[in-house]
């Protein structure tokens, strides 16, 4: 199984700043994702991060809120920008693992509040 | 497109009772099934997982069993410890231009008392 490392682990932000997710990986992956989970709430899917390539947003996310970064196959960000009280969530960053069925290997989070 | 129920929670037990989590999927093809387990403060760890009809996966006294005719994977343990308090949650993996993009129920929250 894959191994994924995410800094911060947590951290308080000031409204209007940003923060930047990183995310990495311990085997080169082709996939990865990041996913919001606010208080109480399940897995919400923000984009899908190819290396070499733009990511895909979903619906309701966009570039100029959280851009994302895949510079090689081990590694990628997520930075949350401008923040508002209502980005205070669970970031998730996870990788596909084909050769396992398909499964969805999540790092530990990032929690983050936003004050 | 590809969705994933279960069952609301909270579901709240006491050690040593039965537990069933109902879960039902609607998917194109043949999906993988997973549940993942979310201690409090902590990210999502996966739990078991089937790649296809009548597999079962299990681990830590959990199982479920893909059912493609009724199109669920119920997650069951015989014996609940306080220690098993988490959020669970049903997830599918189905093909979808090439990649795999996992779908993931609600998530239903056990609560086991001592």
């Known amino acids: 199984s894959a191994v994924i490392s995410q800094k911060p682990s947590r951290d308080i932000c000031q409204r209007g700043t940003s923060l930047t997710i990183q995310c990495q990986v311990d085997?080169?992956?082709?996939?990865m994702f990041w996913y919001r989970q606010q208080p109480g709430q399940s897995l919400t899917l923000i984009a899908t991060a190819n290396q070499g390539s733009e990511a895909t947003y979903e619906s309701g996310f966009v570039i100029d809120k959280f851009p994302i970064s895949r510079p090689n196959l081990t590694f990628s960000t997520l930075t949350v920008s401008n923040m508002s009280p209502e980005d205070s969530s669970i970031y998730l960053c996870?990788?596909?693992?084909?050769?396992?069925?398909?499964?969805?290997?999540f790092g530990e989070g990032s929690w983050l509040t936003v004050v | 497109g590809d969705s994933v129920t279960q069952m609301e929670g909270p579901v709240t037990l006491s050690e040593e009772a039965c537990l069933t989590i109902?879960?039902?999927?609607?998917?194109?093809?043949?999906?993988?099934l997973f549940w993942y387990v979310q201690y409090p403060g902590e990210g999502l760890q996966l739990l078991l997982k089937?790649?296809?009809?009548?597999d079962k996966g299990s681990n830590k006294g959990f199982e479920a069993t893909y059912r493609k005719e009724t199109t669920s994977f119920h997650l069951e343990k015989g014996s609940v410890q306080v220690s098993d308090s988490a959020v669970y949650f049903c997830a599918l993996s189905a093909p979808s231009g090439g990649s795999y993009i996992p779908t993931f129920g609600r998530g239903t929250s056990l609560i086991v008392h001592p």
């Open positions: 085997s080169q992956v082709t996939m």
């Open positions: 109902n879960c039902t999927y609607t998917a194109t093809g043949y999906p993988s």
């Open positions: 089937a790649t296809k009809a009548d």
């Open positions: 996870s990788v596909e693992d084909l050769g396992l069925g398909n499964t969805i290997y």
